[in-house]
């Protein structure tokens, strides 16, 4: 899943700038002996059945002193509930929507439903390799307006990478991994007229970001035992992620959101905690300009791994067996 409020609004909705691309995520994949956690930034290179009950986020959007009288700093506090299942090994689909508690102005209300539909294309267990395709639908009209949910739908192709590091014949390597995702929002309503005049237009946008992990939990299974019994479970990383407006940007003019124009994004650190069933983590959004937020957000997130809870019923694909179907570049290549 991904999570994205889909819209940067001009004046009461400035705060939704940080979270305009990729956003809090969730879903954790295993590719051989690796576990890639579900970061906060974006989403997870695979497959699997997860229930996010729910991930959170805070920001503290930027001000905008082109309205009269000047609007404030918005600060917005995102629920986000998001549910995956997996239809074979290989195959997944997903729903997912937030909830919105907005200051300054005020705003509360649901930001409307997701679904996507994520397969597997590419997966060498040995390499810890892993490529995924996917849609998302961000369904118009399901949610409140005065929460910032659009009522037009906007598709979102999207690719996935993901790349563990323990086939390296360094032992300190091995714990390190990678992830990348890269979107393409397109909005099905790309302009709103109002007796003729443009009122409104909803860019086209691409997201994109990374992840830089280390873990300790690949370390104590695999390369050398660490105590406190904490480390264990520990996986620490950096991660990041844009949004940069690509067409139907339209004219900068007065009382639009500082930064429409402008690539926006988060930087920061994450820590996450990986149980045998479950996740914790926590993530520093720090803003990379000013358009993206006045200061540092937080998102957190629990995440319950359905497979682990319940291998035998909710836990496993619903057609198939256990082991990927998918193509395997190695394989083909010694081929």
């Known amino acids: 899943m991904s999570h994205k409020t889909s819209l940067v609004r001009a004046g009461a909705f400035a705060a939704a700038a940080i979270f305009a691309g990729i956003g809090p995520a969730t879903a954790h994949t295993v590719i051989g002996q690796r576990i890639f956690p579900a970061t906060l930034t974006i989403d997870d290179p695979g497959v699997d059945d997860e229930l996010s009950v729910p991930a959170f986020a805070y920001s503290y959007g930027p001000s905008n002193p082109y309205t009269f009288p000047p609007v404030g700093s918005s600060q917005s506090y995102e629920f986000n509930f998001f549910y995956g299942k997996r239809i074979t090994a290989d195959l997944e689909v997903s729903i997912d929507s937030t909830f919105l508690h907005q200051i300054n ?5 649901w930001e409307g439903i997701e679904t996507e539909v994520k397969n597997q ?3 060498n267990n040995e390499h810890e390799f892993v ?5 998302a639908e961000a369904w118009g009209g399901t949610g409140n307006p005065n929460a910032g949910a659009p009522q037009y739908t906007t598709i979102t192709p999207k690719a996935f990478i993901g790349k563990g590091f323990g086939d390296m014949e360094t032992e300190w390597l091995r714990p390190f991994a990678v992830t990348g995702e890269i979107d393409y929002d397109v909005p099905t309503v790309p302009s709103v007229y109002t007796n003729g005049i443009l009122t409104q237009q909803n860019p086209t946008t691409v997201d994109y970001g990374f992840t830089v992990q280390y873990s300790l939990q690949y370390m104590n299974a695999y390369v050398q035992e660490l105590n406190p019994e904490i480390l264990r479970h520990l996986v620490f990383d950096i991660e990041a992620q844009m949004t940069t407006p690509v067409s139907n940007i339209g004219p900068s003019m007065i009382n639009n959101v500082p930064g429409t124009h402008q690539t926006t994004g988060v930087v920061g650190p994450g820590l996450y905690y990986l149980a ?5 983590g926590i993530y520093g959004a720090f803003p990379i300009n000013q358009a993206s937020g006045k200061h ?3 998102y957190a997130i629990v995440d319950f791994f359905l497979d682990d809870l319940f291998p035998n019923t909710l836990g496993k694909p619903i057609f198939g067996g256990l082991e990927s179907s998918a193509f395997d570049p190695w394989h083909a290549f010694k081929q």
């Open 105 to 109: 102005p005020r705003a509360n209300g």
């Open 121 to 123: 294309i590419m997966v």
């Open 131 to 135: 490529v995924t395709l996917a849609v």
């Open 276 to 280: 045998h069933d479950y996740e914790l």
């Open 296 to 298: 540092p957000g937080v």
